[in-house]
């Protein structure tokens, strides 16, 4: 079993609606968790960093944290076709430990006009 | 300020050859990490250098190699390529590789055959 799962997809929504995507882990230690975009040809971009519990919101995506359960996710919200990428989670068990992270393997997202 | 560049975009290489690539991080940034990404897989850790020295290395073998230049500039080597090392190769640069996010160049996209 992996560490870090999540969905492949695609997932396939209409433009305007509100996205969920998720990543649940295993490893109790983890406290940092992120989300990157990864555009088709292009290299991953940070969009959200979490540190703990909670949520965290930016515009229109909300990253929210849920330890007891093990499980991360990220809204979008009046999803547009610009937001069509990959996203990929990433976690680790502290901030200062870039080399640690353990990567999902990405959700394909389509946003439909 | 430009972003992280890596050279080439693609490769095509054979079984048994070797193959250098290269990575030049964003100025003032002196940590290069480099990762594997593979489809289904999340990214793989290869390996940290900051100030020409490695300072975290993946669980990849010894065929993977790397280096890192006074000016930061990064290389990345790997000997007698297996079918399996095909992949998009990522090179992340951050100020200081610890409390900073990860700056991903667009990748070399090799392809073993």
């Known amino acids: 079993q992996k560490e870090v799962e999540q969905d492949p997809g695609p997932l396939s929504v209409p433009e305007g609606a509100i996205v969920s995507l998720n990543c649940t882990y295993s490893?109790?230690?983890?406290?940092?968790f992120m989300w990157y975009r990864q555009y088709s040809r292009k290299g991953p971009e940070l969009l959200m960093y979490?540190?703990s519990s909670g949520n965290k919101e930016d515009g229109r995506f909300t990253a929210q944290v849920d330890k007891s359960s093990k499980y991360i996710s990220l809204f979008i919200r009046d999803s547009q076709p610009s937001d069509s990428a990959t996203y990929l989670c990433?976690?680790?068990?502290?901030?200062?430990?870039?080399?640690?992270?353990?990567w999902g393997a990405g959700t394909k997202l389509i946003i439909k006009p | 300020k430009a972003g992280v560049t890596q050279t080439p975009r693609y490769l095509i290489k054979t079984r048994g050859q070797q193959v250098t690539l290269s990575c030049s991080p964003i100025?003032?940034?002196?940590?290069v990490s480099w990762y594997q990404q593979t489809p289904g897989q999340g990214l793989q850790f290869l390996f940290e250098?900051?100030?020409?020295?490695?300072?975290n290395k993946g669980n990849f073998p010894g065929r993977f190699s790397g280096r890192q230049f006074s000016n930061s500039r990064s290389e990345m080597n790997v000997s007698t390529l297996e079918l399996g090392d095909s992949a998009l190769y990522l090179c992340?640069?951050?100020?200081?590789?610890?409390?900073?996010?990860?700056?991903f160049g667009n990748g070399t996209r090799l392809t073993v055959t």
């Open positions: 992340a640069s951050s100020p200081d590789g610890n409390n900073s996010p990860l700056h």
């Open positions: 100025s003032g940034h002196r940590s």
């Open positions: 250098y900051f100030s020409e020295t490695q300072r």
């Open positions: 490893n109790s230690a983890f406290q940092y």
């Open positions: 979490t540190y």
């Open positions: 990433a976690m680790g068990p502290r901030m200062d430990s870039n080399y640690q992270l353990i």
